[in-house]
């Protein structure tokens, strides 16, 4: 390998000097110039670029996995289905479950006591208030379940909408308002 330095002449030109032939050789006569008129490095705040590009690159990457969670979220769970807990107590649990985006469909709901699975059926119960309130095509939205008999003791009852999406693939449960928390003093039936 050869050592190549570079100097400038009287006249302001680059001249290369190669030591073995001791030839100096006017920049103009080169295709390229050994020694940049830019002080090396050529960007200045290489650091501070860097550090600019990786942020960069971390946010486009933030705004990435973010739209994929919310495409996921929507795929997965229905925004559209409202409902609400009204009562839960040793006899029953009720309350209704509508799906606004098809307010004629029957929602199916499943009823958990103390995060246990205890039944499960379609939202098809007499419930005029929620076709009154605008939120149904029909009186059909309601649920009741028969509280299965229990040890006495504190519980709290939780309903969820399944939602199947994904061709049916996937299914999803969505909470119905908020859960209700019930007292049973001595067994039921």
Known sequence: MRDVRGTRNESGENEVIAPSSAKTIPSSQKTFSAIPDVPFPLIPDSRNWLTHLLIAKSFLETLFVASLAVFFYYQTFNVHIRGSLDAADARSVAGWAVDEREPQRRVVVQLYINDRFMASR????????????????????????????????????????????????????????????????????
């Open 122 to 189: 379609e939202a098809d119960a007499f419930r005029p208030d929620v076709l009154a309130a605008g939120r149904a095509a029909d009186e059909k939205h309601g649920f009741v379940f028969d509280t299965p008999t229990l040890p006495p003791g504190e519980y709290e009852a939780r309903v969820y909408a399944l939602h199947e999406s994904g061709g049916d693939v996937r299914r999803a449960l969505q909470i119905i308002g908020r859960p209700l928390k019930f007292q049973i003093i001595h067994e039921a039936r």
